[in-house]
């Protein structure tokens, strides 16, 4: 069994060696020995990381309803010296925490809201859900928030002994799945003043990237038609049907796909069709997705959705009104930062998997007849516009709106299984598991490194700030589509939650009386089937 104290003098040695030569290290860095204590302190944290993975997993609130999850965590970062204000840029459940004096200003995030209808039973390899239709983790949020923590305040420990001057400023990616926060921070000011900005995102692999990520943007908008009632049947021709012009719309949309780029991704879904079918609907709306790669883009479907449902109300003698529910901006990763943090994903390196972690993971491909790969073991490649290849569009994550604002990058971490499904629960069950603990372990390590490196490395930032400027915004400027009336939907998910939680906060993890979320489940790791 190796030791923490050898983990850290193997660290030591690594980031000296990194030093001499990583290609990249024509920067200046952080000296090592710095890096490895930040590393160490990550290292003395793994028990807080296992309890906060766990307990963010317990919570399992979507998106605008994350009370609990914030709650939990801004007490952990209070009781650690962090300044925090709650319900900034109007959205309840958002928050900064802020510890530091001067520059630079880092900024910290990570996303933590979970996914309707996805509950899962963590550490079973078979779908099995904890209370049905629930909300679950089933994109992992529960795992990244538990990495900034812990790498802030490492870093933080090494700042203080050291007299370093910064600032750190934690902050949530609140309703994400929904993408509907991130450009209302950036309106209200929360990035102003943020020299360098880090993100994570729970992955299969450990690594991060620069230049255009090849992600769509996105804009979230829900139409909404009003008719006039009347009799079905006795008089239906007295009636105006708002749910005819909603069809007629979508009709519409799906006729226009065929002479749309082949980047663009759109779909809705109807969130209100009327009440009884023997009434003509006098409201109906549908919520729709308008996705593509370059601002003027996704402004460009997103006017083409517009004319086309004021077609729509004319064509069925309905007025129509549309309400902006969310922004993303593409992603964009910044080269110099990129760099040095791969110099520290290189220099920490995969988490050292046991027999059971690789037996674990194929137990749940085997069972959910997903493709069988075991966990990585290696660092990939440096992600670089070259090596991505070109891209034929897809998700959106809004972590983009502070890419075009500040130098961001995102470093993505090990705590999930390969070929497990997006927004799926095969992707929920290891999310409360050794595996997801020890990804955000090596996660945090790397990140409170590039921390050190930022804090420590004027011409960093400097170069950063360069790259941002004359580069990144050399072609495209922010463009968001958000009117100043538009405002965080913050009713969303409301309704669900008044329903679950109650059956919920029974589940919720008690570290004070279980060592891990599965021992208080009665799940023996690496749980794996009988063999027949």
């Known amino acids: 069994m190796i030791t923490a104290a050898r983990r850290t003098k193997t660290l030591a040695a690594l980031l000296l060696a990194t030093a001499l030569w990583a290609p990249m290290a024509a920067q200046a860095e952080a000296p090592p ?62 928050w900064t925490a802020t510890w530091g004096s001067g520059g630079p200003k880092i900024a910290l995030g990570s996303d933590i809201d979970a ?27 529960n795992s990244g928030m538990p990495l900034i923590v812990v790498a802030a305040l490492a870093a933080k420990e090494v700042m203080e002994q050291n007299n370093i001057p910064g600032t750190l400023m934690i902050w949530p990616g609140v309703a994400e799945e929904l993408l509907a926060t991130k450009a209302f921070f950036v309106r209200a000011g929360m990035f102003k003043d943020v020299d360098a900005s880090i993100f994570t995102h729970v992955s299969r692999d450990l690594g991060t990237g620069w230049g255009p990520m090849g992600n769509n943007g996105m804009v979230s908008v829900e139409y909404t038609f009003t008719g006039k009632t009347s009799h079905a ?74 004319r086309i449902s004021e077609a729509a109300a004319m064509a069925t003698d309905t007025q129509v009104e549309r309400k902006v529910l969310g922004y993303a901006a593409p992603n964009y990763g910044n080269k110099p930062l990129a760099e040095a943090a791969y110099a520290n994903i290189r220099a920490v390196g995969m988490p050292e998997w046991t027999e059971a972690d690789q037996a674990f993971a194929r137990a749940v491909q085997e069972a959910n007849h997903l493709r069988i790969e075991p966990l990585a073991t290696t660092v990939g490649d440096l992600s670089t516009p070259e090596n991505r290849g070109a891209s034929m569009g897809g998700g959106s994550d809004d972590i983009g709106d502070i890419m075009w604002n500040v130098p961001t990058i995102t470093v993505r971490f090990p705590s999930n ?31 409170a490194m590039t921390i050190l490196d930022i804090a420590t490395t004027p011409s960093l930032v400097a170069e950063a700030k360069d790259y941002f400027q004359n580069v990144q915004l050399r072609d495209q400027k922010y463009d968001p589509v958000l009117a100043p009336t538009d405002m965080p939907a913050i009713h969303l998910n409301e309704d669900i939650m008044a329903r679950m939680r109650p059956k919920m906060e029974p589940l919720y993890y008690d570290p004070t009386r279980y060592a891990t979320y599965l021992d208080q489940l009665g799940i023996a790791y690496p749980n794996l089937p009988a063999k027949k």
Not at 117 to 141: D, R
């Open 115 to 141: 996914l309707l209808g996805l509950s899962q039973v963590p550490g079973s390899p078979e779908i099995k859900p904890q209370i049905e239709g629930a909300p679950g983790h089933g994109e992992g949020h």
């Open 417 to 447: 299984i390969p070929n497990t499904i997006g927004h799926h629960v095969t992707a929920a069950i290891a999310m409360a598991t050794p595996i997801a603990h020890k990804g955000v372990v090596v996660g945090a390590k790397a990140v």
């Open 233 to 306: 049947a006795g008089a239906p021709w007295a009636g105006r049907s708002a749910l005819d012009a909603v069809e007629l719309m979508n009709m519409a949309w799906n006729m226009r796909r065929e002479h749309l780029p082949v980047t663009q991704r759109s779909h809705y879904v109807i969130t209100d069709g009327g009440g009884q079918p023997n009434i003509v609907p006098g409201k109906a709306s549908v919520w729709y997705y308008f996705r593509e790669q370059e601002f003027s883009s996704i402004r460009g479907l997103y006017e083409i959705g517009n």
């Open 33 to 94: 020995e710095m890096k490895a204590a930040a590393a160490a302190g990550v290292e003395a944290r793994t028990k807080l990381v296992q309890e906060m993975v766990d307990s963010i997993y317990s919570f399992a609130e979507p998106g605008f309803q994350e009370h609990r999850t914030s709650a939990y965590i801004t007490g952990i970062l209070e009781q650690n010296g962090f300044k925090i204000e709650r319900g900034v840029a109007g959205i309840p459940t958002a």
